[in-house]
């Protein structure tokens, strides 16, 4: 038997696609998943090897909830803004659709803030920057349109 301080802390598992005569690599020491929630595997990471003899590792690659909480309700929130929107400014309500935005990209914000948290809860940083980018992008854009209603357009309007 070896040592445990000899044992792999870098590795790649390849295997044959389905189909396909080509070993690519399904699994690594180090899983990222990409902000479309595609795993990206690399052995550029050390992978934390336990040192009792015998002991299974278990990897989980289900996607994370925080990819699935995030495309359901950016999505949604983004298309019933939009469309509510645009619904107002059909029948003459340009004002409420306006405040429909600005509710609507801070909204999206708050959820996004909810996923970045996620990733942080179970100490997974790499993969909350894009939703803390996107969050922080999401709130300035909402303060924006509101600075912008309340007091640019209301000043011009009062000229």
């Known amino acids: ?14 295997g044959l696609e389905e189909g396909e005569s080509k070993m690519a690599v399904h699994g690594a020491s180090d899983l990222f ?10 052995s550029k990471n ?10 299974m590792e278990k990897f989980d690659y289900r ?6 909480f995030r495309l359901l309700s950016v999505n949604i929130i983004g298309i019933i803004t939009l469309a509510s929107a645009a619904l107002c400014g059909v029948v003459g309500l340009q004002f409420l659709g306006k405040q429909l935005l600005v509710v609507g990209t801070f909204t999206a914000a708050l959820c996004l803030v909810v996923v970045a948290g996620g990733f ?10 894009p939703a803390w980018g996107l969050a922080l992008g999401n709130a300035a854009l909402s303060a924006l349109l509101a600075f912008r209603e309340t007091f640019i357009v209301q000043q011009t309007l009062t000229v």
Not at 33 to 42: I, K, L, N
Not at 120 to 129: G, K, L, N, T, W
């Open 120 to 129: 942080v809860a179970v100490q997974r940083y790499r993969e909350s920057f």
């Open 46 to 55: 050390k992978y934390d090897t336990p040192t009792e003899r015998g002991r």
């Open 33 to 42: 998943v990409s902000d479309a929630g595609e795993f990206r595997f690399s």
């Open 63 to 68: 996607v994370p909830w925080q990819y699935g």
């Open 1 to 14: 038997h070896q040592q445990p301080a000899l044992d792999p802390v870098r590795f790649e598992l390849h």
